[in-house]
């Protein structure tokens, strides 16, 4: 790609929400021959989000759960939004792109520990996790590697389901409407691993055992501690068909759905309400009626398994993660719509 100067990424700390963007900038601007800076010492305390500069055009990456804006758009050419809600494209501001999913991979992250800020205390986690070429935590960038995390096959494993859940902890909380929120996750999923439970025993099912669901969940619905940790996860990710997903924070897309797409799997999930372009229901994956239809969900799964039809929709899934989420083409989507707007 030529006639593009450098790349800068300004952030105010480290976080896992900047890993796949800052991964896929190091791969695309290695691949292409572009100077990237990457810097950990942007004045405003915006911990997820960052700014990107390229030949004089000034663009905000807003990774954080919340539909709200991190900052004023009109501050920017171009504002990329994570959760931009259905219905809110271009509503109040003209220069708001979506930035689609989110996944969480390595490529090239020891790299960082040579940029500018790094080094602050704001940082430690993500550095520790970069450090630890063994292992030791569970969410290491070693086991977070985009080849441990991507799928490069299409495998039938029989139609096999995964949904392995976390409770919230209540008492993190205080705003009522928020304890309410997750009171009703807590209570879909438990119901949902109930009900799967049931109708798949076979599949990888159940809710991750801490202090917070031993006391609340029978010991049938608990997994393992060692099945919870990043690099066993993904290797049962690699051996299911149908994924089974629902709200993130703020009832907005988490990382699951994308986790679910980099490995092909065929998706069952409650109703999504943010802007995924080119990722549409009946086709990549099957929405419940609501956000609390667990009976909804075995339905579908039992749709699915007629005629192996969850297969077609693994191949879709494969297709768009490809040309969406994989490590060089994420950043240069984002890259292709500066160059465009540019234009303008």
Not at 169 to 182: G, K, S
């Amino acid at each position: 790609m030529s006639g593009l100067g450098k790349v800068e990424l300004s952030l105010y700390s480290w976080m896992s929400h900047h890993n796949m963007l800052i991964s896929s900038a190091r791969l695309f601007c290695k691949v292409n021959g572009i100077e990237l800076k990457v810097s950990f010492d942007h004045k405003e305390n915006l911990y997820h989000g960052l700014t990107l500069k390229l030949n004089g055009f000034n663009c905000f990456l807003d990774y954080q759960d919340s539909p709200e804006y991190l900052m004023n758009p009109d501050k920017y050419d171009l504002y990329f939004k994570r959760s931009l809600i259905v219905g809110n494209e271009n509503a109040s501001f003209k220069n708001v792109l979506p930035l689609g999913m989110q996944v969480n991979y390595n490529y090239q992250l020891p790299l960082n520990l040579f940029c500018k800020g790094v080094w602050s205390k704001k940082n430690k986690i993500e550095v520790f996790r970069t450090l630890d070429i063994f292992g030791f935590t569970n969410q290491s960038h070693q086991a977070r590697n985009y080849k441990r995390v991507v799928n490069s096959k299409i495998d039938d494993n029989g139609g096999i389901v995964i949904y392995l859940t976390r409770l919230w902890n209540l008492n993190n909380y205080h705003a009522r409407e928020e304890i309410e929120r997750r009171t009703r996750m807590n209570n879909y999923r438990v119901e949902t691993c109930k009900l799967l439970k049931d109708h798949f025993p076979n599949g990888n099912i159940g809710i991750f055992r801490d202090k917070m669901s031993e006391k609340v969940v029978g010991e049938d619905l608990l997994v393992d501690t060692k099945i919870t940790t990043a690099r066993n996860y993904l290797t049962l990710l690699k051996t299911s068909d149908i994924g089974i997903a629902d709200d993130g924070l703020k009832d907005t897309l988490g990382w699951k759905i994308g986790e679910y797409t980099l490995n092909n799997l065929a998706i069952v999930t409650t109703p999504i309400n943010v802007v995924v372009p080119g990722f549409y229901n009946n086709q990549h994956y099957i929405e419940t009626n609501n956000r609390i239809d667990s009976k909804g969900v075995i339905d579908i799964i039992y749709e699915l398994l007629k005629g192996k039809a969850y297969l077609e929709m693994k191949l879709k899934n494969y297709v768009f993660s490809r040309q969406n989420m994989h490590p060089y083409n994420y950043f240069q989507n984002i890259i292709l719509q500066i160059v465009e707007r540019s234009r303008l």
